[in-house]
Protein backbone atom coordinates (compact mmCIF):
# COMPACT_ATOMS: atom_id res chain seq x y z
CA UNK A 1 0.00 0.00 0.00
CA UNK A 2 1.11 3.19 -0.80
CA UNK A 3 0.10 6.30 0.86
CA UNK A 4 0.28 10.38 0.43
CA UNK A 5 1.80 12.39 3.04
CA UNK A 6 0.51 14.72 4.72
CA UNK A 7 -3.25 14.04 6.01
CA UNK A 8 -3.36 14.61 9.68
CA UNK A 9 -5.51 11.11 10.54
CA UNK A 10 -5.31 11.70 14.38
CA UNK A 11 -7.80 13.14 16.34
CA UNK A 12 -6.26 17.09 16.84
CA UNK A 13 -6.78 19.36 19.46
CA UNK A 14 -4.86 22.14 18.72
CA UNK A 15 -4.43 25.81 20.35
CA UNK A 16 -2.94 28.99 18.21
CA UNK A 17 -0.25 30.16 20.47
CA UNK A 18 3.43 31.43 19.96
CA UNK A 19 5.47 29.10 20.89
CA UNK A 20 8.48 30.53 23.25
CA UNK A 21 11.95 28.89 25.43
CA UNK A 22 12.13 25.99 23.04
CA UNK A 23 15.66 25.85 21.80
CA UNK A 24 15.25 24.18 18.16
CA UNK A 25 18.35 25.40 16.74
CA UNK A 26 20.95 21.74 16.87
CA UNK A 27 17.00 20.09 15.39
CA UNK A 28 16.54 22.57 12.73
CA UNK A 29 20.30 22.44 11.82
CA UNK A 30 19.36 18.73 11.53
CA UNK A 31 16.45 19.37 9.25
CA UNK A 32 18.37 21.07 6.42
CA UNK A 33 21.31 18.28 6.70
CA UNK A 34 18.07 16.05 5.99
CA UNK A 35 16.64 18.24 3.37
CA UNK A 36 20.57 18.86 1.66
CA UNK A 37 20.58 14.91 1.06
CA UNK A 38 16.97 14.96 -0.46
CA UNK A 39 15.60 12.87 2.76
CA UNK A 40 12.93 15.83 3.54
CA UNK A 41 11.60 18.46 1.35
CA UNK A 42 8.68 19.19 -1.03
CA UNK A 43 9.60 17.91 -4.70
CA UNK A 44 7.42 18.22 -8.11
CA UNK A 45 7.12 14.82 -9.25
CA UNK A 46 7.69 12.74 -5.28
CA UNK A 47 4.42 12.01 -3.20
CA UNK A 48 2.16 14.08 -5.38
CA UNK A 49 3.86 17.27 -4.58
CA UNK A 50 3.76 16.58 -1.06
CA UNK A 51 6.06 17.16 1.66
CA UNK A 52 7.60 14.88 3.20
CA UNK A 53 9.90 14.38 6.42
CA UNK A 54 9.54 15.48 10.09
CA UNK A 55 11.77 15.89 12.52
CA UNK A 56 11.27 16.24 16.71
CA UNK A 57 12.57 16.98 19.75
CA UNK A 58 11.71 15.95 23.54
CA UNK A 59 10.95 19.51 25.17
CA UNK A 60 9.36 20.59 28.47
CA UNK A 61 5.84 19.65 28.63
CA UNK A 62 5.76 17.20 25.78
CA UNK A 63 7.98 17.24 22.15
CA UNK A 64 8.74 19.64 19.64
CA UNK A 65 7.95 18.62 16.44
CA UNK A 66 7.71 20.38 12.34
CA UNK A 67 4.39 21.48 11.46
CA UNK A 68 2.11 19.69 8.43
CA UNK A 69 3.63 20.61 5.24
CA UNK A 70 6.91 22.73 6.41
CA UNK A 71 8.96 20.40 4.10
CA UNK A 72 9.19 23.49 1.10
CA UNK A 73 10.59 25.76 3.46
CA UNK A 74 14.58 26.15 3.54
CA UNK A 75 15.20 27.26 6.76
CA UNK A 76 12.63 26.98 9.72
CA UNK A 77 11.99 29.12 12.95
CA UNK A 78 9.74 27.76 16.05
CA UNK A 79 6.92 29.61 14.03
CA UNK A 80 7.21 26.72 11.73
CA UNK A 81 7.18 23.86 14.39
CA UNK A 82 4.17 22.48 16.99
CA UNK A 83 4.73 21.19 20.44
CA UNK A 84 2.17 17.89 21.53
CA UNK A 85 1.83 18.15 24.94
CA UNK A 86 -0.51 15.11 25.28
CA UNK A 87 -0.91 12.18 23.23
CA UNK A 88 -3.18 9.16 23.84
CA UNK A 89 -2.44 6.39 21.16
CA UNK A 90 -5.16 4.38 21.58
CA UNK A 91 -7.65 7.01 21.08
CA UNK A 92 -5.76 8.40 18.28
CA UNK A 93 -5.47 11.99 19.60
CA UNK A 94 -2.85 14.60 20.11
CA UNK A 95 -2.72 18.05 22.11
CA UNK A 96 -0.71 20.44 20.78
CA UNK A 97 -0.04 24.26 20.77
CA UNK A 98 1.89 26.39 17.92
CA UNK A 99 1.39 28.80 14.97
CA UNK A 100 0.92 25.79 12.76
CA UNK A 101 -0.74 22.06 13.77
CA UNK A 102 1.74 19.38 14.07
CA UNK A 103 3.16 17.14 11.21
CA UNK A 104 0.84 14.49 10.26
CA UNK A 105 3.46 11.95 11.45
CA UNK A 106 3.54 13.00 15.40
CA UNK A 107 1.68 9.81 16.85
CA UNK A 108 4.48 7.38 15.50
CA UNK A 109 6.81 10.06 16.97
CA UNK A 110 4.75 10.22 20.01
CA UNK A 111 5.21 6.37 20.11
CA UNK A 112 8.66 6.08 20.37
CA UNK A 113 8.98 8.70 23.43
CA UNK A 114 6.92 6.68 24.70
CA UNK A 115 8.27 3.12 24.44
CA UNK A 116 11.92 4.55 25.72
CA UNK A 117 12.14 6.96 27.92
CA UNK A 118 15.89 7.84 27.38
CA UNK A 119 15.42 8.79 23.98
CA UNK A 120 15.26 12.29 23.70
CA UNK A 121 14.64 12.90 19.63
CA UNK A 122 13.62 10.97 16.32
CA UNK A 123 13.59 11.78 12.78
CA UNK A 124 11.56 10.90 9.84
CA UNK A 125 13.04 10.96 6.30
CA UNK A 126 12.12 9.37 3.32
CA UNK A 127 15.02 7.69 1.47
CA UNK A 128 13.96 4.95 -1.64
CA UNK A 129 17.73 3.55 -1.07
CA UNK A 130 17.46 2.71 2.94
CA UNK A 131 13.76 1.63 2.32
CA UNK A 132 14.18 -0.57 -0.92
CA UNK A 133 17.22 -2.68 1.13
CA UNK A 134 15.66 -2.49 4.56
CA UNK A 135 15.39 -6.77 4.83
CA UNK A 136 19.01 -6.98 3.03
CA UNK A 137 20.62 -4.20 5.38
CA UNK A 138 18.76 -5.79 8.48
CA UNK A 139 16.42 -2.68 9.40
CA UNK A 140 13.11 -4.19 11.26
CA UNK A 141 9.84 -3.26 8.86
CA UNK A 142 6.43 -2.79 10.14
CA UNK A 143 3.77 -4.50 8.27
CA UNK A 144 2.89 -3.11 4.86
CA UNK A 145 -0.73 -3.18 5.78
CA UNK A 146 -0.44 -0.44 8.45
CA UNK A 147 -1.01 3.51 7.76
CA UNK A 148 0.66 6.12 9.47
CA UNK A 149 -0.84 8.06 11.81
CA UNK A 150 -3.32 4.90 12.84
CA UNK A 151 -3.14 3.22 16.71
CA UNK A 152 -2.28 0.50 14.50
CA UNK A 153 0.85 2.25 13.70
CA UNK A 154 1.91 3.29 17.26
CA UNK A 155 1.29 -0.37 18.03
CA UNK A 156 3.56 -1.68 15.24
CA UNK A 157 6.13 0.71 15.78
CA UNK A 158 6.19 -0.39 19.89
CA UNK A 159 6.19 -4.31 18.49
CA UNK A 160 9.42 -3.00 16.53
CA UNK A 161 11.52 -0.76 18.81
CA UNK A 162 10.62 -2.25 22.60
CA UNK A 163 13.85 -4.73 22.31
CA UNK A 164 15.80 -2.12 20.42
CA UNK A 165 19.26 -0.17 21.86
CA UNK A 166 19.26 3.25 20.78
CA UNK A 167 19.97 4.85 18.58
CA UNK A 168 17.89 2.48 16.12
CA UNK A 169 15.99 2.79 13.00
CA UNK A 170 12.81 1.11 11.34
CA UNK A 171 11.67 1.40 7.92
CA UNK A 172 7.77 1.52 7.59
CA UNK A 173 6.09 -0.86 5.54
CA UNK A 174 3.05 0.49 4.47
CA UNK A 175 4.80 4.22 3.74
CA UNK A 176 6.44 4.09 1.10
CA UNK A 177 10.27 5.38 1.64
CA UNK A 178 9.22 6.32 5.13
CA UNK A 179 12.59 5.59 7.46
CA UNK A 180 12.36 6.69 11.29
CA UNK A 181 16.10 7.18 13.48
CA UNK A 182 16.08 7.74 17.02
CA UNK A 183 18.46 8.05 19.84
CA UNK A 184 19.28 10.31 23.27
CA UNK A 185 20.91 13.13 21.39
CA UNK A 186 20.31 14.41 17.63
CA UNK A 187 23.64 13.53 17.30
CA UNK A 188 23.04 9.92 17.54
CA UNK A 189 19.90 10.01 15.80
CA UNK A 190 21.43 11.97 12.64
CA UNK A 191 24.17 10.11 12.27
CA UNK A 192 22.70 7.43 12.13
CA UNK A 193 20.62 8.19 9.47
CA UNK A 194 23.37 9.28 7.00
CA UNK A 195 25.18 6.20 8.03
CA UNK A 196 22.80 4.52 7.24
CA UNK A 197 21.97 6.08 3.69
CA UNK A 198 25.90 5.34 3.28
CA UNK A 199 25.25 1.53 3.57
CA UNK A 200 22.06 1.64 1.44
CA UNK A 201 23.80 3.50 -1.62
CA UNK A 202 26.90 0.71 -1.29
CA UNK A 203 24.29 -1.81 -2.16
CA UNK A 204 22.84 -0.08 -6.00
ZN1 LIG B 1 6.46 10.15 5.82
New binding site residues.
Partial sequence: MVET?GVIKFNLTFRTEKLGGVDIGELSAWRTVLKDLGLLGQTPGR?DGYG???VSQRCAGGFVISGTQTGKLDAVTLKDYAVCETWDLQRNAVDAKGSVKPS??SLSHASIYDVHESVTCAL???SPDIWQHSVEMGIPVTEASVA?GTPEMAKEVRRLIVDMDSPGIFS?GG????VFTFGRSLAEAGQLMVHELVRARALI
Avoid: P
Fill in positions: EYFGNSEHAHYMHEDG
